[in-house]
């Protein structure tokens, strides 16, 4: 059996979503009762998105290779981040870690590229929206990466960082963020939307039809994993 390693605590409510969901996984796809063994290095979200806006992205990649390292030499047979924002050095991370990483954005575009999707819109922190590792490897599968207007950027980012990373979950900001979709369908013709953040999952939840897909990053990753400690 292979032991799953998790960078967590980018946000710690996502982590703990990672961790309920991939033992629910596992225990309907392995029927003997048993569970998998999962290692979290639960690392400060600050320290890292102080980097991250800085743009210190170097910085960025040491100090999360070295937590990387502590996953590997605590016997994780293969690795993942437990957030979207920190894949904006996934590639730096990839090249030296000591363990394969599962990279949420592959998984998410693999996605996509089942769902046919061709204009795909993303919401996210502003690291995210406005990084060019989600577009980079949709663009190759030939799929239009579309971002939100920037004063919408400001109010998803604003709300994920004061609300959701806390576990708030208000009903005006599913409103205000429903609206912001609206607008994409009509206006950006969208045919989908990547919740690329990993503490938006809950807020979208039991929302109705929107008339698109929406592409549950968390989700997407945890099927990922679970596939992984199966096999």
């Known amino acids: 059996m292979k032991t799953a390693g998790i960078i967590g605590g980018i946000g710690p409510e996502s ?4 961790y309920r969901l991939i033992i629910k996984l596992y225990r309907q796809q392995e029927p003997d009762g048993s569970y998998p063994p999962i290692i979290i ?9 102080d980097l991250i806006g800085a743009n210190h992205l170097v910085d960025v990649t040491a100090y999360l290779l070295a937590e990387i390292r502590k996953l590997a030499h605590a016997g994780a047979d293969f690795g993942l981040l437990a957030s979207n924002t920190p894949h904006i050095v996934f590639d730096a991370l990839l090249s030296q870690s000591p363990i394969p990483l599962i990279s949420i954005v592959e998984v998410t575009c693999r996605a996509a590229k089942e769902l046919r999707l061709k204009r795909a819109g993303i919401f996210g922190t502003r690291f995210t929206m406005q ?8 663009n190759q599968a030939g799929i239009a990466l579309i971002r939100p207007a920037p004063e919408e950027q400001a109010y998803i980012h604003d709300r994920y960082m004061s609300e959701l990373v806390n576990g708030i979950l208000l009903p005006e900001t599913r409103e205000g963020l429903l609206a912001i979709v609206g607008r994409l ?3 950006e013709r ?11 999952p809950p807020i979208m939840r039991d929302i109705g039809d929107q008339g698109i897909p929406f592409l549950d990053t968390t989700k997407l990753h945890v099927e990922s994993v679970v596939s992984r400690l199966l096999s």
């Open 15 to 18: 982590t703990i979503e990672y």
């Open 41 to 49: 290095n639960s690392i400060d979200m600050k320290k890292m998105l």
């Open 131 to 138: 990084g060019r590792f989600y577009s980079d490897v949709l």
């Open 185 to 187: 369908r009509v206006e």
């Open 190 to 200: 969208i045919d989908g939307l990547i919740l690329g953040g990993t503490e938006l």
